[in-house]
């Protein structure tokens, strides 16, 4: 007994089925291959199907799109910052006696800065101790000119009373050497004549030896004088070299730290930058733009002067239009931590204001690209894919007169597809889901 009921309900079961299927094939429905998917940009997805019952909801007439030509188009959507095409950079000083520099002083980010107000500052204690050394020794080279010179003025006075004993020997010697020959012996008169040659002698020699010392007086000085020069020279390059360490804002502005491409973040107090790393910058709010990053596989759809909309993540219900003003020849790395390379695109803004966009922030660039124009076209959703990878639309001005048409598919668009051959301008389609 059990047994024919259950029979009972799978006879009763298949009566309605095949109920269905009738009264569906009686409507003239065309069934699509098993299989059948609708395009997609990477790939396909659900299976189509024919329409179902129009609802009260959403007439027929209203799902039907008639093929015309139109634009085939793709938004290619790229990131970027907000950066200022004119701003003072502030660098890693180059310092003579250091390799790098550590950062110990930053003005808070995004403040207000005045023109001489102090925004950053790299330890300088190493160049503090140099700086002692380098004054000591300076002063030492201050008191080797004072000592030269009193030796030199020792020395001087020395010449000179050699000079005036030289001459009162003579004078002394030219009194005997007067005497006539026949009032004394020989021996003693060219005793007097010998000593008379010999203080000769010895005043020019003492006149050559002042002369020398005058000579050399300027030449003595300057060795000394030298040495200090360059004691005094040494410690201007140190406390230029302090000086350097300290930076003070050259305009009023807003202050934007630098990126630690090394530690992917941004410069902090306590980093260590080696010279000619940007530290920070004072941008012209005035100028700002956005630097986008575009890849190579896009890089060929993208050209100068084009047109495009700018979001910012920060401003979700403000948006500008834009120009596509450069973009770079040869891709560099995203990032310092990173192999991946990019092409640099600079987009102006329409408009720029300064009350509300800030530098930094994040922003989306969306570029509509023009695959085709002028080309038959129907929305993505009037498209299917069959079981063998053929595309095809469902041709009918109703659901009771459809019929299944393979076609050529061009161009792929975000919304629209081109249709190169399998329907003509005019057509009646209805969606494929």
Request: aromatic share 6%; glycine share 6%; hydrophobic share 35%.
């Amino acid at each position: 007994m059990g047994i024919q009921k259950k029979n009972d309900r799978k006879f009763g079961l298949a009566a309605r089925i095949a109920a269905v299927a009738t009264a569906a094939f009686m409507a003239g429905w065309a069934l699509p291959p098993a299989g059948a998917q609708t395009p997609g940009l990477n790939s396909p997805k659900s299976k189509a199907s024919l329409p179902e019952t129009v609802s009260e909801a959403e007439p027929e007439q209203d799902r039907i799109h008639t093929v015309d030509r139109g634009q085939i188009q793709k938004d290619l959507v790229l990131t970027g910052e907000l950066k200022a095409a004119q701003s003072i950079v502030i660098s890693a000083p180059d310092v003579r006696r250091s390799f790098s520099n550590m950062v110990t002083y930053l003005a808070p980010e995004g403040s207000q800065i005045k023109k001489g107000q102090l925004i950053v500052e790299f330890d300088d204690s190493s160049l503090l101790s140099e700086q002692s050394e380098a004054e000591r020794t300076l002063d030492e080279a201050k008191l080797n000119i004072e000592k030269k010179k009193m030796d030199l003025e020792a020395q001087r006075c020395q010449l000179l009373s050699s000079i005036s004993q030289a001459e009162s020997q003579l004078k002394q010697d030219e009194l005997y050497g007067r005497i006539g020959k026949e009032l004394l012996p020989a021996n003693t008169y060219q005793k007097y004549q010998l000593n008379l040659e010999k203080s000769k002698l010895s005043l020019e020699k003492a006149n050559e030896q002042y002369r020398n010392f005058e000579e050399s007086y300027d030449s003595e000085m300057k060795l000394v004088e030298i040495t200090y020069s360059q004691a005094e020279i040494n410690l201007k390059q140190i406390l230029g070299d302090i000086e350097l360490l300290k930076v003070y804002a050259p305009q009023d502005g807003i202050l934007i730290y630098g990126d630690n491409w090394a530690s992917n973040r941004k410069i902090q107090e306590g980093d260590t930058l080696f010279p000619g790393m940007e530290v920070a910058s004072l941008p012209d709010l005035s100028t700002l733009q956005v630097e986008g990053y575009v890849y190579d596989t896009e890089y060929g759809s993208i050209a100068p002067d084009t047109f495009c909309t700018v979001h910012f993540d920060a401003l979700p219900d403000y948006q500008t239009g834009g120009k596509i003003i450069s973009r770079t020849n040869v891709a560099s790395r995203k990032g310092f931590a990173t192999e991946q390379k990019v092409f640099r695109v600079t987009v102006k803004l329409d408009k720029v204001d300064p009350k509300t966009l800030k530098p930094g922030m994040t922003a989306r660039i969306d570029i509509p690209v023009i695959l085709a124009r002028d080309a038959l076209s129907v929305p993505r959703e009037y498209l299917g894919i069959g079981s063998t990878g053929e595309y095809y639309v469902l041709a009918g001005a109703d659901s009771k007169r459809v019929s299944q048409q393979t076609v050529t598919v061009g161009a792929v668009g975000d919304r629209m597809v081109e249709i190169v051959s399998g329907v003509s301008a005019g057509a009646s389609l209805l969606p494929v889901f």
